[in-house]
């Protein structure tokens, strides 16, 4: 299973049930004489799902397959910072912890272990992908899809992939549970 991460305002969004889009930015292979905003015109190969881009300098042109991380349908977990508590064999998770407290574990303080590394066994949240398009990605957004973001917070974060072709990942909660 794969992880997602989110930065710690973004999750208190997705908790609350405002959070139901996420954009990443497309990572394109180099190719010579073209940048990543001379790639347009995508369209979704549904046999291999990847989205094919193109570019053209001069009478040449130069295509290029991208497939995105996340696929429709899949089930995603959410990676937080978190520590594994060997007193109960739970994890205990930094976003439980305001204004920088940390729990006290067997006598000592609890290192946060970076999200980046978190195993799913260790998850709390669940996401399903829904819907999955590619987009040059513009400011401002309308009103709606910015809360779709996680309102206000988000803008912050949005404003780095300005005019960046991103993949538009559109997702719903799910109970770990049914996964």
Do not use: C
């Amino acid at each position: 299973m794969k992880g997602i991460l989110m930065k710690p305002d973004m999750l208190q969004a997705y908790r609350e049930g405002r959070k139901t889009v996420t954009r990443r930015v497309i990572k394109f292979k180099p190719f010579p004489n073209i940048i990543d905003s001379d790639w347009h015109a995508p369209w979704l190969d549904n046999v291999s799902n990847e989205w094919v881009f193109t570019a053209r300098f001069g009478l040449a042109a130069r295509s290029q397959r991208v497939k995105p991380r996340y696929q429709v349908g899949e089930t995603v977990y959410i990676k937080e910072a978190w520590f594994p508590n060997p007193a109960t064999r739970r994890p205990l998770y930094k976003s439980d912890y305001p204004n920088e407290e940390r729990p006290q574990v067997w006598g000592s303080m609890a290192t946060w272990k970076t999200p980046l590394f978190m195993p799913a066994w260790a998850a709390r949240y669940f996401i399903k992908i829904t819907d999955v398009r590619a987009e040059v990605f513009k400011l401002p957004l309308p009103p709606d899809e910015l809360e779709r973001e996680g309102g206000e917070p988000a803008l912050i974060m949005l404003e780095k992939i300005n005019g960046l072709w991103v993949f538009r990942y559109e997702f719903r909660q799910v109970d770990f549970k049914a996964v």
